[in-house]
């Protein structure tokens, strides 16, 4: 081929940009550390990357949701828990009223469970952190539980205002989890009541209420007839209660840790799917300027001589 | 005598020619010019022909039709494909779906586009889902559905630049087309002319190959060659320049919603262009834009009617329901409804009027992010996304490799003109020694002669 002075710069112009472009991408790649930035430097790439990240974001909601979640379900247990000692309490007092003549201990015992009915009521109007009723059902703008009184101030019957069902949240792709819980459930159908459910029998406030006024008019038969087994049917409602609260943490504690794996797994994907060889991007890297330099070096060599430096 | 000063003009116009091809050894439309010499007519004399020395018959200049040609045809197919990757990386910037490495890990991120508001609306659902009563959690989910809405009326109105600016381009290259359409015309009269009257006319034959080129990075055009030193040009077929006449040139219209195609002025004819950045700008609205538009619009249109269809029949804190959360129709005009932007508590979250913890709604509503949309070729909200973004990905890289062959092809062909028809400053001197030393030779004859012819003179005086 017959080299003009034209065709030379042409060609070596064409080189050096070349070489310029590759080293600019390798330059780029090396100081992002990305091998995929655009969607046009690989679509399939970013295509994948695009999913995996609305997965990775669809994590981070279902962690949320899952400490969200845990912490109703805290309250909720710690409640029961005072629930069952409060029922416990009052079987004791039940029982020991069985063997007891006296009307004044009657009396003391008739203004014990008084006061445990009150800490019942209140227990029922527990609020979670957000200021929710936890025991309304989906009612939780509302105190569930409203007590009426007689003269005496002792607690004549319990009025439940919440409702029967309960609002479930997403901790995985379509696992639903409720926090909430339902205080009545008499319907015989649906999420089971903490404080009464026809399907157990539990009927607390009732029954508290009964015993009470049992202990006043000094009753005692009735108590050890009707409310030692009534009560003791509440105390195995409520410990069905605190057995699923604890299924419910449990699954909650085990879905935030595949949440968590799958994080983790999600953006290694991901930082495998984009991430630059280093060793390799460097070596090409150096590769290239080595180029570089040699078509820099030989093109001036070349260029700078001509016939011309050696006429006379 | 008369051989010597013919020799002496030879060497003077051969010095200048290498002067012309050395003076324009930068310029990339000049062909090498070439002095052709023959021997002048001999005289015949008893013993034989006697010769009398060289003469200069024409210039010519050193160019290959064919290839000028190919690089005519290879400079519409570059400037096809690089308004096609112009127009499409805009169109890819303004998408922002960018995959970035923040500095405290090294997990890529992008945060900016369609694809993280998604993610961000169905969240804030998620999140209202855990409590429905939570006021600030009510006011990010109708924040996040302001944000998607904004970007999608950002994104809509950006893509819309981008086609407003092609057909800019389009208007543009079609009335510089018509310019070098002329020029053409006008360079072929005076070549014409030039060469009738028995000259060359070499330096407007480089203006016009420059022009053909100019002409041939807007439009494919085919050219021939006529015998009067002419070239024809046509366009999709249709004839605009025959000989020195400009007959016809080239047209937009709108063949319905801006869109521009082109058609021949007199003809009337619509083109089909295969070349140029025209045609490039054509496909690049036509194509790939064309579908990235409708995919991010369909997106927003089933995007308003799912979530609409759900928070429709939900109700509010207040107990009211029947209210939209989305106004609008697509893109470019989807917004959030104004009622529950200035109170939050109108979000219609729960299914049962008057249970402030139920979240039916709200948590159907976050459940349509894992939905496949049936608008949606049976694909989830972010997947069709996804989709989207990487055909505009793969539209763009395809675009790319074509355009780095298309380079390589433009070079290689450019380099053999170079190669041809290019100056060689080296051959150029070598010439000039060897022109200079002839000159001194013919010199030298006509002193010789000279001092002859005074001996002669001297002899006869004496």
């Given amino acids: ?94 029982t020991e009223a069985g063997g007891v003549d006296s009307s004044t201990q009657l009396s003391t015992y008739a203004t014990q469970v008084g006061q445990l009915i009150q800490e019942a009521v209140q227990l029922g109007n527990t609020k979670d952190a957000n200021g929710n009723y936890i025991f309304g059902g989906t009612n939780t703008g509302n105190p569930p539980f409203t007590a009426a009184t007689d003269a005496s101030g002792n607690v004549t019957s319990v009025t439940y205002n919440g409702n029967t069902s309960v609002a479930k949240s997403e901790i995985a792709p379509g696992l639903t989890v409720s926090a909430q819980s339902v205080g009545e459930n008499n319907t015989g159908a649906g999420a089971s009541g903490v404080f009464a459910d026809s399907r157990t029998g539990a009927d607390i406030f009732n029954d508290l209420i009964s015993l009470q006024q049992n202990l006043t008019s000094g009753n005692t038969s009735a108590i050890s007839t009707t409310n030692t087994p009534a009560l003791s049917k509440d105390e195995d409602n409520v410990v069905t209660q605190i057995s699923a609260n604890g299924v419910l943490q449990s699954t909650l504690e085990a879905a935030g840790t595949t949440t968590t794996q799958q994080t983790t797994a999600l953006d290694t994907q991901m930082s495998n799917d984009t991430n630059a060889d280093l060793a390799q991007t460097l070596t090409l890297l150096d590769q290239t300027q080595t180029a570089y330099q040699a078509t820099l070096q030989s093109g001036v060599m070349v260029a700078s001589l001509s016939l011309l430096d050696f006429l006379q | 005598m008369d051989l010597g000063s013919r020799a002496l003009a030879v060497q003077q ?46 210039i010519t200049e050193v160019r290959d039709a064919l290839l000028d040609n190919q690089i005519q045809a290879e400079g519409s197919v570059t400037s096809s494909l690089t308004a096609q990757q112009t127009n499409l990386q805009n169109a890819e910037a303004y998408l922002d779906e960018q995959i970035s490495s923040t500095s405290s890990s090294t997990t890529p991120d992008s945060a900016n586009g369609l694809a993280a508001d998604l993610s961000n609306l169905f969240g804030s659902f998620e999140s209202l889902s855990t409590d429905p009563s939570d006021l600030s959690l009510r006011q990010t989910a109708v924040q996040s559905a302001q944000e998607i809405a904004t970007q999608f009326n950002q994104v809509s109105s950006q893509l819309s630049g981008v086609r407003n600016d092609i057909n800019t381009s389009i208007q543009n290259d079609v009335t ?120 991010v619009n369909t997106l927003a249109t089933q995007l308003i009617t799912n979530v609409n269809s759900i928070y429709f029949t939900g109700y509010d804190l207040n107990g009211n329901t029947g209210q939209d959360l989305f106004t609008g129709t697509g893109a470019s005009d989807i917004g959030v409804n104004s009622a529950v932007v200035s109170d939050p508590t109108q979000f219609q979250a729960s299914g049962t009027a008057g249970a402030a913890g139920d979240n039916t709604t709200v948590l159907a509503l976050a ?57 060689s400053i080296d051959t150029e001197m070598t010439n000039l020694i060897q022109y200079q030393k002839a000159y001194e030779a013919a010199a030298e004859l006509i002193t010789t002669l000279n001092q002859m012819m005074q001996t002669v003179v001297t002899m006869k005086s004496s």
């Fill in chain 1, 1 to 94: 081929m017959n080299v003009t002075t034209t065709s030379f710069s042409t060609n070596f112009l064409a080189n050096i940009s070349q070489l310029e472009a590759r080293q600019s991408t390798l330059q780029n790649e090396a100081t992002t550390g990305l091998k995929v930035q655009e969607p046009e430097d690989d679509p399939a790439v970013m295509n994948q990357v695009l999913n995996l990240q609305t997965e990775a974001s669809a994590d981070t909601q279902y962690q949320s949701n899952i400490t969200q979640l845990t912490d109703s379900a805290t309250t909720a247990s710690d409640a029961l828990n005072s629930l069952q000692t409060i029922v416990e309490d009052a079987s004791e007092i039940a």
């Fill in chain 2, 13 to 58: 116009q051969e010095m200048e020619i290498s002067g012309q091809n050395v003076s324009n050894v930068s310029n990339t439309s000049y062909a090498e010019e070439q002095l052709n010499i023959q021997e002048s007519t001999p005289l015949e004399t008893p013993i034989g022909e006697e010769g009398t020395g060289v003469q200069a018959t024409s």
């Fill in chain 2, 176 to 295: 510089g087309a018509n310019q070098d359409l002329a020029t053409i015309a006008s360079l072929n009269q005076q070549i014409v002319a030039a060469q009738a009257s028995g000259g060359t006319a070499n330096s407007l034959v480089d203006q016009r190959e420059a022009t053909l080129e100019d002409l041939a990075g807007k439009v494919n055009i085919s050219t021939s060659a006529q015998s009067n030193g002419a070239v024809d040009v046509s366009i999709g077929g249709v004839t605009m320049i025959s000989g020195i006449t400009n007959s016809d040139s080239l047209k937009t219209y709108d063949a319905g919603n801006g869109q521009l195609l082109i058609q021949a002025q007199n003809a009337g004819t619509p083109l089909s262009l295969s070349g140029g950045s025209i045609e490039g700008e054509i496909t690049a609205r036509d194509g790939a834009l064309a579908s990235l538009q409708s995919g």
């Fill in chain 2, 367 to 423: 459940q349509l992010a894992n939905q496949n949309i049936s608008g949606l070729n049976n694909q989830t909200f972010s997947e069709n996304y996804a989709q989207t973004v990487s055909d505009l990905g793969n539209s763009i890289s395809t675009v790319n490799d074509q355009l780095n062959s298309s380079h390589a092809v433009s070079q290689m062909l450019t380099s053999q003109r170079a190669s041809e028809s290019g100056v």
